[in-house]
């Protein structure tokens, strides 16, 4: 009985004792980057860190599953718990600021780029992102391009696409061509509902235009508007030219039929051009890309930040972790593994390949728009409700149901309808 | 007597204050969170609870999304049921028989119970996917294909066809739940028959009963006990379905394989509806109370009875 007991003290002390010892010189990063390149990405930003600090000890909370899903639950776990990792992945804009920055969970840390002396070196649109009043609350560290579509060249060519179509006429006048050929015109994977509404809010910014489509978010514009509608309405003629079989479908799936020459393009983030790259396609050869029709003057945001929570253990750390991440260093370090452009606009290109190059140019000269769906326009409620209204219209195509219901979505998350 | 019944508390005790608050406790905390405006991660943060009535589950009622996972779970659990008994107690009636290599086959029957639900949902999907029908059919389809039997493609779970509130593509979800159970459900009925006394059927051989009268007369009304509990075992885990469906199809498209709590996850963890999420959760709570309460009570009586 006696020995039992020591052995609990004992236990208990020597925990106690690992968490003093975590204490005092780690580093928890929390992200759910564990797939292939990512995670490569990420080491190699470790890599870098203990090159400055060699004493740290980095601990990795990465918690795999597609786009984050389960580790955005298990961070909130941990957040409601008081119990925050030091840093954490979190893309820009509402998923950053009405989950955590409004509640007041995160410190500001506009003094940290402002020290740096890089508050200029990010493009003005994507730190209003990361901002609540004024402050900066996260440093974004890449970027992805959601509004790009991507083509085999070889059914192109058989097809006849010379160039990228310009205008959804053209688009859909090579989709028809396509299918008449026997292919699928369009790829899409839409198992886990989001590339549904991936493709419909490229449509929407295709049809509102950049201005009035971020007016949305800030109820400068109404969603009673005619872009929405017309954008349900070529989306369903689109609809025509997509898989049948969509729904056993992720989103490599629907990219392996372009790779697979199955299928003529797919809309997708430019993920799936590192993902085309691991399969072993060289970007410019075996497969094109050009932004989505109607969207060309726009670049659609996906960006990975990171903050700083209140109560960080390890505050010391996260503050050199940060001023890391916001140095271009570290970008071009992670970016040309990750296969996104850095968030800094004075990269070195030439560690960049072709299709990168292409979309740094647009980061810094186009209009930069927030995704729905990747968290960043509208908080998780709305970009939820809306996702399944599009999923629904996916199979019923009933515009007028789907727009009735769009409005009322809108309307319960407090946006302007009028 | 007296410290004999302490003792006896006393040694309890550990176990009924764990189940007061990890079971009890969360479901009246479930409770309570459901009648509140708790959906919004700021107002969870907040804290402050504001009492809403039955609004959550007003809402819940006059969502398509959710009338369509009732209706789902209501046929995944009858054809579920069915399919998994009937299967099983042939199966185990065959074992039964004592036939050679009956014992291989009645670990091969079992297997599928010990793969987790996450792995048999995935590789069900390669299964059912269906290609492109009729040029380029994936799986089963192009097995279909390969035997001439062309009519037979179709959608499979991508299928948005229904018969009146049921929806078709739920015939390759309950196939999966039925390959994976129908070997538990044959363990069961297998336990009960080697229970049974030689004897008894004996006894009715010698008294001119065929064997079908002996199954049908003497076996199935002695296996009841055996036939109720699977019932509630294999319910409980129907109407509670999510790792196999989530695995498999998701929430289909349109929802046509969804589930409730499919939709509870989504709405909890994705949508930060808390109270909405909590709602679903009481409302399976209680389809499963309907199954199993009666359950409860009858073996309650019995024992009294003894």
């Given at each position: 009985m006696v020995r039992k007991f020591l052995t609990v003290l004992l236990v208990g002390v020597l925990f106690f004792a690992g968490t003093l010892w975590a204490k005092e010189n780690a580093l928890e990063i929390f992200s759910w980057w564990t797939g292939g390149g990512e995670e490569e990405a990420l080491m190699a930003l470790f890599h870098l860190f203990h090159k400055y600090y060699p004493d740290v000890k980095i601990i990795n909370a990465a918690v795999a599953g597609g786009a984050g899903t389960n580790a955005k639950a298990v961070l909130k776990t941990r957040m409601l718990g008081g119990n925050p990792p030091d840093s954490f992945q979190v893309h820009a804009g509402m998923e950053l600021i009405d989950t955590y920055v409004v509640p007041g969970m995160m410190e500001p840390i506009t003094w940290i780029l402002k020290d740096m002396n890089a508050?200029?070196?990010?493009p003005k649109a994507i730190l209003d992102m990361c901002s609540y009043k004024g402050e900066v609350y996260s440093i974004p560290l890449n970027v992805h391009r959601a509004n790009v579509v991507f083509y085999n060249k070889k059914i192109a060519a058989q097809i006849g696409m010379e160039e990228p179509p310009q205008t959804w006429h053209g688009f859909v006048e090579y989709l028809k061509r396509a299918k008449e050929k026997g292919y699928i015109g369009l790829a899409l994977g839409d198992k886990n509902k989001w590339t549904a509404l991936h493709l419909f809010e490229s449509l929407m910014l295709a049809e509102l235009g950049p201005d009035a489509y971020n007016g949305l978010w800030k109820n400068k514009?109404?969603?009673?508007n005619d872009g929405i509608r017309r954008a349900l309405e070529i989306m369903k003629e689109m609809l025509?030219?997509?898989?049948?079989?969509?729904?056993?479908?992720t989103w490599q799936d629907a990219v392996r039929l372009v790779y697979e020459g199955k299928a003529l393009a797919t809309v997708m983030g430019d993920w799936a051009e590192g993902y085309l790259k691991t399969l072993g396609w060289t970007p410019g050869v075996e497969f094109g890309w050009f932004a989505l029709p109607g969207t060309q003057d726009a670049f659609m945001v996906v960006s990975d930040t990171f903050g700083l929570p209140k109560g960080a253990p390890h505050r010391q750390n996260a503050i050199r972790w940060l001023k890391l991440i916001a140095s271009r260093e570290a970008q071009d370090v992670f970016n040309p593994i990750k296969g996104s452009i850095p968030a800094?606009?004075?990269?070195?290109?030439?560690?960049?390949d072709v299709y990168l190059r292409w979309s740094m140019k647009d980061f810094a000269t186009k209009k930069l728009t927030p995704s729905i769906i990747h968290g960043s326009a509208a908080p998780e409620s709305f970009s939820t409700a809306l996702m399944d209204a599009i999923d629904e219209f996916v199979t019923t195509r009933d515009v007028d149901k789907t727009f009735k219901k769009i409005l009322m979505i809108a309307e319960d998350n407090g946006y302007n309808v009028k | 007597m007296k410290k004999e019944v302490l003792i006896g508390l006393l040694v309890i005790l550990p176990s009924i204050i764990a189940i007061a608050i990890f079971v009890y406790g969360f479901i009246f905390w479930t409770v309570r969170v459901s009648t509140?405006?708790?959906?919004?991660f700021s107002s969870l943060l907040r804290g402050i609870y504001h009492f809403v009535g039955f609004r959550n589950y007003k809402r819940l009622f006059q969502d398509d999304r959710f009338i369509k996972d009732l209706w789902n779970t209501l046929f995944f659990t009858l054809f579920f049921l069915v399919g998994s008994m009937s299967i099983g107690l042939l199966l185990a009636v065959l074992v039964d028989k004592g036939l050679k290599g009956a014992q291989v086959f009645q670990n091969i029957y079992l297997?599928?119970?010990?793969?987790s639900f996450v792995v048999t949902g995935t590789v069900w999907r390669w299964i059912f996917?269906?290609?492109?029908?009729?040029?380029d059919p994936q799986g089963i389809n192009l097995v279909f294909k390969k035997l001439g039997l062309?009519?037979?493609m179709w959608g499979w779970y991508?299928?948005?066809?229904?018969i009146g509130p049921f929806n078709l593509a739920l015939i390759p979800v309950i196939i999966a739940a039925v390959w994976q159970m129908s070997g538990y459900t044959m363990a069961m009925y297998l336990a009960g028959l080697r229970g049974i006394p030689v004897d008894i059927e004996e006894a009715a051989k010698v008294d001119g009963a065929s064997e079908w009268q002996v199954f049908w007369k003497i076996k199935f009304p002695l296996l009841k006990p055996i036939t109720l509990s699977a019932m509630i075992i294999l319910g409980h885990i129907s109407l509670k379905i999510f790792d196999l469906v989530f695995a498999m199809?998701?929430?289909?498209?349109?929802?046509?394989?969804?589930m409730p709590s499919i939709y509870m996850f989504e709405l909890t963890?994705?949508?930060?509806r808390y109270a909405r999420g909590s709602a679903i959760s009481i409302i399976m709570l209680l389809m499963v109370a309907v199954v199993i309460i009666p359950y409860l009570v009858n073996s309650m009586k019995e024992e009294v009875r003894r």
């Open positions: 508050l200029d070196k990010f514009t109404s969603f009673n025509n030219y997509i898989n049948p079989d969509h729904a056993a479908m800094r606009l004075d990269a070195d290109k030439s560690k960049y | 509140s405006n708790w959906n919004s297997f599928p119970m010990a793969i996917a269906p290609g492109i029908v009729p040029s062309d009519q037979l991508t299928s948005t066809e229904h199809t998701g929430s289909g498209p349109d929802f046509v394989t969804d963890f994705r949508s930060n």
